[in-house]
């Protein structure tokens, strides 16, 4: 972002493209990237908020910028290194990620980037502002860099320095608020829910348009193919996916049914 020039860069993501691999490490051939071609720049001080809607790939790319999923190096850094292949980056507690489990976690003070994943749904009122306060406080005296990716807008509306919108895995959007403000005059929920509108919009238009063609989504972007589940469901000796036997041809559960 433009706003960082004259400060410290402590995250950079330049192109990142992102498939769950299969069996064999390696995305299954033909499947459509699930993040692709997302850049993007914060500094250092930055608080930074990542919307979307459901699905749209926030996890999937705070995940990945904290080493939980491995990509080429060049494509994320964190601090200057590789979140996947500098394992000293979490263990030392300058890069931390905190999901929907974070109160079990280790107190998360004196990191130098914070990942959160929608972590003040089970806050009360008063427990989330002191927290949104403190990480406000942290930011500003200490120069630390937070991505918070959530669905609940209330307080926030002076809380963050940029705002980042993904849809469909692609960046649509990456502005400081100041000038997220100077182009709209809602406030920040209803800004963001303008933006989710015309999303959804756009996609009913789309799949209307499929099924009077009669063409599937798959078959409109040529040879693309969905991976499927890697796993098993807890306490079951069967996939979790169900369906025919091919439908499991690009699984990582293949190797098991054969």
Not at 15 to 22: I, N
Not at 84 to 105: A, I, P, Q, V
Not at 156 to 175: C, D, F, K, S
């Given at each position: 972002?433009?706003?960082?020039?004259?400060?410290?860069?402590?995250?950079?993501?330049?192109?990142?493209?992102?498939?769950?691999?299969?069996?064999?490490?390696?995305?299954?051939?033909?499947?459509?990237?699930?993040?692709?071609?997302?850049?993007?720049?914060?500094?250092?001080?930055?608080?930074?908020?990542?919307v979307g809607s459901n699905?749209?790939?926030?996890?999937?790319?705070?995940?990945?910028?904290?080493?939980?999923?491995?990509?080429?190096?060049?494509?994320?850094?964190?601090?200057?290194?590789?979140?996947?292949?500098?394992?000293?980056?979490?263990?030392?507690?300058?890069?931390?990620?905190?999901?929907?489990?974070?109160?079990r976690d280790v107190a998360?003070?004196?990191?130098?980037?914070?990942?959160?994943?929608?972590?003040?749904?089970?806050?009360?009122?008063?427990?989330r502002a002191n927290l949104?306060?403190?990480?406000?406080?942290?930011?500003?005296?200490?120069?630390?860099?937070?991505?918070?990716?959530?669905?609940?807008?209330?307080?926030?509306?002076?809380?963050?320095?940029?705002?980042?919108?993904?849809?469909?895995?692609?960046?649509?959007?990456?502005?400081?608020?100041?000038?997220?403000?100077?182009?709209?005059?809602?406030?920040?929920?209803?800004?963001?829910?303008?933006?989710?509108?015309?999303?959804?919009?756009?996609?009913?238009?789309?799949?209307?348009?499929?099924?009077?063609?009669?063409?599937?989504?798959?078959?409109?972007?040529?040879?693309?193919?969905?991976?499927?589940?890697?796993?098993?469901?807890?306490?079951?000796?069967?996939?979790?996916?169900?369906?025919?036997?091919?439908?499991?041809?690009?699984?990582?559960?293949?190797?098991?049914?054969?």
């Amino acid at each position: 972002m433009g706003d960082t020039v004259n400060k410290r860069t402590t995250i950079e993501i330049n192109g990142l493209k992102f498939t769950y691999p299969g069996i064999d490490g390696h995305p299954p051939p033909g499947s459509k990237p699930l993040i692709n071609d997302f850049s993007l720049s914060l500094g250092a001080g930055d608080r930074c908020l990542l919307v979307g809607s459901n699905g749209a790939g926030k996890t999937t790319i705070l995940k990945i910028l904290g080493g939980k999923h491995m990509v080429d190096q060049g494509m994320v850094r964190v601090l200057g290194r590789s979140a996947f292949h500098d394992t000293g980056l979490t263990s030392s507690g300058d890069l931390c990620y905190l999901g929907g489990e974070w109160k079990r976690d280790v107190a998360f003070a004196g990191f130098e980037v914070l990942l959160l994943d929608e972590i003040t749904v089970d806050l009360d009122v008063l427990a989330r502002a002191n927290l949104l306060s403190f990480l406000k406080k942290d930011c500003e005296e200490r120069g630390a860099t937070i991505i918070y990716a959530t669905h609940i807008f209330d307080g926030l509306e002076n809380w963050p320095t940029h705002i980042v919108y993904v849809a469909h895995g692609r960046l649509q959007l990456a502005l400081p608020m100041a000038k997220v403000r100077e182009t709209s005059d809602l406030s920040l929920m209803r800004t963001v829910e303008r933006w989710l509108r015309k999303e959804r919009d756009e996609d009913r238009k789309q799949r209307k348009e499929r099924k009077a063609k009669g063409v599937s989504e798959a078959e409109e972007g040529g040879t693309a193919v969905k991976v499927m589940n890697n796993g098993w469901a807890a306490g079951r000796l069967h996939s979790t996916m169900a369906g025919a036997e091919e439908s499991f041809f690009f699984s990582s559960n293949r190797v098991l049914r054969q």
